[in-house]
């Protein structure tokens, strides 16, 4: 059974850091390419950021330099380090494994994230 299960999400005030973890199982993680999604209410999921298996990343230009996305193949890990945090981060945010041949795709269950003082 697959599972990704997100961590670390609350309250935090403007300026503020906040570190999510998402933990998967059942699946070779090292292969996966994951990222982190979030969805404000009202709005569309958007990307925020991937990280491929061999460590390249890519971010929403939106959070660009006050982001950071990071693997632990070890621990089937990926994390998201945001810092400088605004209000307009309010969302819930989700983590995504996804890989081709063969294609498949997870989603996590989701951990809301609240900028606000």
């Known amino acids: 059974q697959v599972q990704l299960v997100e961590s670390g999400g609350g309250l935090v005030q403007p300026g503020g850091s906040l570190r999510l973890s998402c933990a998967a199982s059942?699946?070779?993680?090292?292969?996966?390419?994951m990222g982190w999604y979030r969805q404000a209410p009202g709005k569309q999921r958007e990307l925020v950021a991937t990280i491929t298996q061999g460590g390249s990343t890519n971010y929403a230009d939106s959070v660009k330099g006050r982001f950071t996305i990071s693997r632990d193949n070890a621990r089937n890990t990926v994390y998201l380090q945001m810092n400088s945090l605004k209000p307009e981060d309010t969302a819930v945010y989700s983590c995504n494994g996804r890989r081709s041949l063969p294609s498949l795709a997870y989603w996590g269950q989701g951990t809301q994230v609240t900028v606000s003082s």
């Open positions: 059942g699946i070779i993680f090292r292969v996966y390419t």
